[in-house]
């Protein structure tokens, strides 16, 4: 049998988390994800992976536009609860699953707001990166509108910001995105 291994890395410590398992199946990799969580005693406002889409696209799941189907995945926030949020890019939605990976709900549909702006809330054209913040909510990185909309953990849209530009509160292309702990 092959022995794989999970290892996390701390950023700003260094500190290492590793894990070795027989199975490389996603339900697997997320309860890997929460050990290592448990073991640095808290949640990363980021995660950054080093190859991770080759990896999903030949392992686990399948190019679709159903349930757990994915037609380019770009981002990924994981919440305080152990739920996974991903950016399905080109099929212009969120999906939500537990950390059993079950999916729980996806939002989301295709529309073009070439000037960004609040035109179409909860509309998406390319949504490429996820970040959660201390309550819960979400903040996507909406590319192709150029601008970020942020939504409930149910998906309700609660706000959109951004137009065309390249000025404060304005966006070319936004393809990634942090938020502050507090």
Avoid at 68 to 75: I, K, L, S, Y
Avoid at 88 to 101: C, E, S, Y
Avoid at 123 to 128: F, T
Avoid at 164 to 175: A, L, N, Y
């Amino acid at each position: 049998r092959k022995l794989s291994a999970f290892v996390m890395v701390l950023s700003y410590s260094r500190m290492i988390y590793l894990e070795f398992t027989l199975s490389q199946c996603l339900e697997d990799f997320l309860s890997a994800h929460l050990n290592a969580f448990r073991f640095f005693a808290g949640i990363p406002r980021k995660i950054l992976y080093d190859n991770l889409k080759t990896v999903v696209l030949a392992r686990v799941g399948r190019t679709g536009s159903g349930d757990g189907e994915f037609n380019q995945p770009w981002g990924i926030a994981v919440d305080r609860s152990g739920n996974v949020y991903v950016a399905d890019t080109w099929n212009p939605r969120i999906q939500k699953f537990d950390a059993g990976l079950k999916c729980l709900g996806k939002w989301g549909s295709f529309a073009s707001v070439p000037t960004g702006g609040k035109d179409n809330p909860g509309k998406l054209y390319g949504p490429r990166d996820i970040a959660v913040d201390a309550e819960g909510d979400l903040y996507v990185t909406d590319a192709g509108n150029k601008r970020v909309q942020k939504f409930s953990s149910d998906g309700r849209v609660l706000g959109v910001f951004g137009d065309v530009g390249s000025g404060k509160g304005q966006f070319q292309e936004p393809v990634g995105i942090a938020v502050s702990p507090s």
